[in-house]
């Protein structure tokens, strides 16, 4: 079995529909997404950003610091107050009411990892469960069926071994896979990736961009942040740059050093 058709053994071990078999048509689609205003920057940080992303896009988010990717990236799934715009994820409007929902179909891996480096690389993972087990449910720990799928995902990412490691004793490239296990948890259909390669050697980079390449393949939707134009142009199938929070370029993955300076100059 596949990464793949593990997340989605996983759809129906939640007694979720089977996302992944039915042909939805999955989107997200921001329009005029403007966040609150910042007296340090002037401007709100998000600062009218529209644009389409469609079901089975590998899309890469890129831009100088402080552009506004990770706060672009978490204002899909509802962590940025909105003053204005609307976000719209497989025709549901992203609001307070239904943050719970867009989170299960919406897999986020955070800027640096954002793993609980005491727990071992299995609790991590079950985390991801958190979201769709009710309380009553992981009192007393996670369903073995839970843990089953935990260990088979660690499996296919190749940590196996290290399941039981405490998390901060695995090298950088093995936290963001179980960072990416713990994302997949959830059977999202779409994953949004904050520089999952940062601070990562050559081999762990190929690594983790070849277990997204693997997922895209497979049919997720992929929003990732990076600030390597030669994973970008090998990976992405779009690219989107951010400069000061605004959409300054939304095309192929081509010339990107040159479209970067281009538009900044
Ligand atoms: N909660 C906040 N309050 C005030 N300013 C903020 C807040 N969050 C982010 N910022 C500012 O907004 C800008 C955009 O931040 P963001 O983290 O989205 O940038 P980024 O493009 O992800 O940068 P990097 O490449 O460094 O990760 C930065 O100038 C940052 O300092
Ligand atoms: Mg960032």
């Given at each position: 079995m596949n990464i793949y058709q593990v997340a989605n053994t996983n759809s129906h071990l939640s007694s979720l529909?089977?996302?992944?078999s039915k042909s939805i048509v999955n989107f997200i689609e921001c329009s005029h997404l403007i966040s609150d205003y910042i007296s340090s920057l002037q401007r709100?940080?998000?600062?009218?950003i529209n644009c389409r992303i469609n079901q089975g896009e590998f899309v890469v988010l890129l831009g100088l610091n402080g552009a506004g990717k990770s706060t672009f990236l978490k204002s899909l799934v509802g962590l940025v107050p909105l003053v204005k715009g609307e976000i719209n994820i497989n025709g549901i409007s992203v609001s307070n009411h239904n943050l719970a929902q867009i989170r299960q179909d919406v897999g986020m891996l955070f800027q640096g990892g954002?793993?609980?480096?005491?727990?071992s690389a299995i609790d991590n993972v079950l985390c991801g469960r958190l979201g769709i087990r009710k309380t009553g449910q992981t009192l007393?720990?996670?369903?073995q069926r839970d843990r089953t799928l935990a260990l088979e995902l660690l499996k296919q990412l190749g940590l196996e071994k290290q399941?039981?490691?405490?998390?901060?004793?695995?090298s950088g490239g093995q936290q963001q896979k179980v960072a990416i296990a713990r994302a997949l948890m959830q059977s999202p259909q779409i994953l949004l990736a904050d520089e999952?390669?940062?601070?990562?050697?050559i081999l762990s980079s190929q690594q983790v961009m070849n277990t997204l390449a693997e997922l895209h393949q497979k049919g997720l939707t992929i929003i990732t942040v990076l600030h390597d134009l030669v994973l970008a142009q090998e990976y992405g199938t779009r690219a989107i740059i951010l400069d000061k929070g605004e959409v300054i370029y939304d095309g192929k993955c081509e010339n990107l050093q040159d479209k970067l300076q281009d538009k900044l100059s």
């Amino acid at each position: 079995m596949n990464i793949y058709q593990v997340a989605n053994t996983n759809s129906h071990l939640s007694s979720l529909s089977n996302k992944f078999s039915k042909s939805i048509v999955n989107f997200i689609e921001c329009s005029h997404l403007i966040s609150d205003y910042i007296s340090s920057l002037q401007r709100p940080i998000l600062n009218n950003i529209n644009c389409r992303i469609n079901q089975g896009e590998f899309v890469v988010l890129l831009g100088l610091n402080g552009a506004g990717k990770s706060t672009f990236l978490k204002s899909l799934v509802g962590l940025v107050p909105l003053v204005k715009g609307e976000i719209n994820i497989n025709g549901i409007s992203v609001s307070n009411h239904n943050l719970a929902q867009i989170r299960q179909d919406v897999g986020m891996l955070f800027q640096g990892g954002g793993l609980i480096k005491q727990l071992s690389a299995i609790d991590n993972v079950l985390c991801g469960r958190l979201g769709i087990r009710k309380t009553g449910q992981t009192l007393w720990g996670f369903p073995q069926r839970d843990r089953t799928l935990a260990l088979e995902l660690l499996k296919q990412l190749g940590l196996e071994k290290q399941a039981y490691q405490k998390t901060s004793k695995l090298s950088g490239g093995q936290q963001q896979k179980v960072a990416i296990a713990r994302a997949l948890m959830q059977s999202p259909q779409i994953l949004l990736a904050d520089e999952p390669t940062t601070g990562l050697d050559i081999l762990s980079s190929q690594q983790v961009m070849n277990t997204l390449a693997e997922l895209h393949q497979k049919g997720l939707t992929i929003i990732t942040v990076l600030h390597d134009l030669v994973l970008a142009q090998e990976y992405g199938t779009r690219a989107i740059i951010l400069d000061k929070g605004e959409v300054i370029y939304d095309g192929k993955c081509e010339n990107l050093q040159d479209k970067l300076q281009d538009k900044l100059s």
